[in-house]
């Protein structure tokens, strides 16, 4: 009798393993966002230069896309959200169909990251290359990386500050 109950605990813990995982379109991945505004004003900054450096203020280089799955061997570089047709191309002009390329996001800064980004470790760098604003270096943390899957979001903290909201940056002008 004993053996007969081992014997199905054993087929049941096996049918269990063999479930495939359901996977979101975000596996592996995970988002910086920014809001880069003057004080008082909610308009993100445009045409801005921000990169991730590390302590000593150099840019960090995503050597065979360690930290992105994007820009192999290139800093890593945000961009701004841009919005997109029904078919997914990116658009200029107004389009009452329009969405948001990362929908977690509105007109902000974004970078693409890979789920193991060791955050804590680096700083992002803002820099105004028409110098109307002066250069600003903020340490990132892994409170920052937007968690998009529920398989990932059992790692994340149940107190503290909310997950998934952009980095609130305010430019000083010179």
Known sequence: MMRYLFFLLLISISAKAQIPAMHCGYDFTSYLV?????????????????????????DVVNINNVYSFR????????????????????????????RWFFPYAKDNYLLSIAATFPADNFSV?????????????VPLFAFNMYVLCSTQSDKTV?????????IDIVLEKK
């Open 71 to 98: 820009d192999s061997n290139k800093p890593l570089q945000f961009a701004m959200n841009y919005q997109i047709d029904e078919n997914g191309n990116k658009i200029t002009t107004e389009n009452p169909k329009a």
């Open 158 to 166: 149940q107190f503290g500050r909310k997950a998934n909201r952009p």
């Open 34 to 58: 920014l809001d880069v505004h003057e004080d008082g004003k909610k308009e993100n900054i445009k045409n801005l230069k921000i990169t991730v450096v590390d302590s000593l203020g150099n």
């Open 125 to 137: 760098k803002v820099e105004d290359p028409n110098r109307k604003y002066k250069t600003q270096i």
